[in-house]
């Protein structure tokens, strides 16, 4: 067993992701209309109700919280395939095979990713429609933040992924995961004022990290934007970067020890 | 001197979690290189199970497990190298094309280098798709979606690619299930072609007896335990004798001439107006020119393996509970695949006198 073959295996299985998702025409539709929704009816909305004392245009604010939220969100509901997979049985095929069981995490991780990557350069010329400006070197920028979030989607999608016995239960369990991190992590509304209760329950959303780095990544160099950002680049990162590698250590060992211990 | 066996499988034991009892219980079995071995047994009697854990797919709970040298506990990659498998249930990925579900395949057993196309894959890939297509009577097929496939294709789809890395052994694990005869036949041609040809080790689970005649050996499982173990024709004679049913217009007459020149015979059927006489090959002609009475009817029959397994089966139904250990016959050497009917106590199974 090679680097080079479990590189390539790697690359071959993050490829046949893409090329599902490239080929599920549905899927390819509601990459636009989610976001769309949430940017366009509650952008409004929130910007509407929202306290005054930001200096920044709300409808910005929301579309980068977006913008991070649906990448996040894709990587990680694309993990729970895996279980699709599994009942399908076409995991065994996989599992079967000559591989680490970390490529073959890690092909899926990426995979699943590129699949967000694709949905967010969706998500981001449709930014560009409805006003959202930027230069292009901080277009540039959001690259890296991009993939950055994508695998830390992948990552925690791996952590839940191993711990669910069944994509019914997975449908059912996941918005109850997702949905209060829409609100505590800040996808819509600034969260620096929260009480203690909440801001604890902030901090402990790993979408919170996700989405200020996006923010972070858009407004580091605009003038006027105080309380849009929470916490510098390199936290956020570091934050990611620690809490990714301990989802994918237990999520792998979880998800191994259940396929082959029944 | 024989070579050593591919497959080597040593008190085998498998209890699933909460579960009242082992679903394998102490198998013990070997398989010679290219031998065509085949595990009957009915369901829930521990086949899936043992070919999961032969595959790598389940952990055991004790035994040992070596497959082409390679030690299941501690060098599962090497197992997997050395292993085919087409599943009991379909593991193609329907939204791939049927090359696509063979190239991912060939990548992940590092066969090849990836790349993105059909076209930019090397030409010795190329090459080789297209002779397993051919053979297997895909063609230019191989290039459609899987989901336009039918179950058949399916099936021969997924034997190319259990067997485009060249395994050393192929578990076929209920391949027949859902093909119609034709589906079916095709299949096994081609399956008995290839091991010819490449000297593979079929390693078989099956329901359909008739498949497993063909091979080399079998080993019936029941309730987790071997109750027998040999060439299909030791188990099927070990356990049936082949007899003549004879019938004549004068059915009393009949039988009062056979119970008269002490020739042993019973009733065929409840109701039935014939009678069986236990007779070999070279009794029969005997036998016939000893009755007198005018005969209407004169058939041989041979047990089949069908017959011997459901004797088996019900056999070992009834001794469910009445015994300690079950009563098993275990027959042939096990490394020699077309070894004949001598009594090898290596399993737990007690070797019992054969037949009646």
Redesign the interface.
Known sequence: MSLAHEFNALLAIAYRDLLKFLRDRSRMVGTLVFPAVFILILGGAFGAAAQSGYQFEFQTFIFFGVFAQNMWQSSATGIISLIEDRENDFSQAIFVAPLSRYTILGGKILGESLVALTQGIVIFVFGLVIGVRMAPSQALALIPVAIAICLYGGAFGLILMANMNSQRGAQQVFPFLLLPQFFLGGVFTPVDKFNPVLAFLSRISPLRYAVDLMRGGYYGSVEGSAGAVLASQPFNLAVMAVSGVVFVMIGTAVFVRKERTR | MQAAPIIKVDGLVKR??KAERNAVDGVSFDVAPGEFFSLLGPNGAGKTTTISIL?????PTGGRVTIDGHDLATDA??V??S?G?T?Q?????R??SAE?NV???A????L???R?TYRTMPAAYRQRLGELAEVVGLGADIFKPVRTYSGGMRRKLEVV?SLIHQPRVLFLDEPSTGLDPASRRDLWNYLLEMRRTADTTLFLTTHYLAEAEDADRICVLSRGRIIALGTPAAVTTSLLDRYVLLGATDARALRNELSGKNIAWQEHAGGSPYVRVAANESDVHALLKAIDTPLTMVRTVLPTLEDAYLALVERDELDLGATSGPAGIVLGAPAAPNGDGVAVAKTRAQPVAAGQ
Not at chain 2, 89 to 93: A, E, G, I, N, V
């Open positions: 699933y979690q595959t790598t797919t389940l952990a990659a090497g997997r190298r292993a498998i599943f249930t379909p593991s193609l990925d939204n791939l696509e190239r991912l395949h990548i992940l057993y590092g090849y280098p990836w993105p690619r």
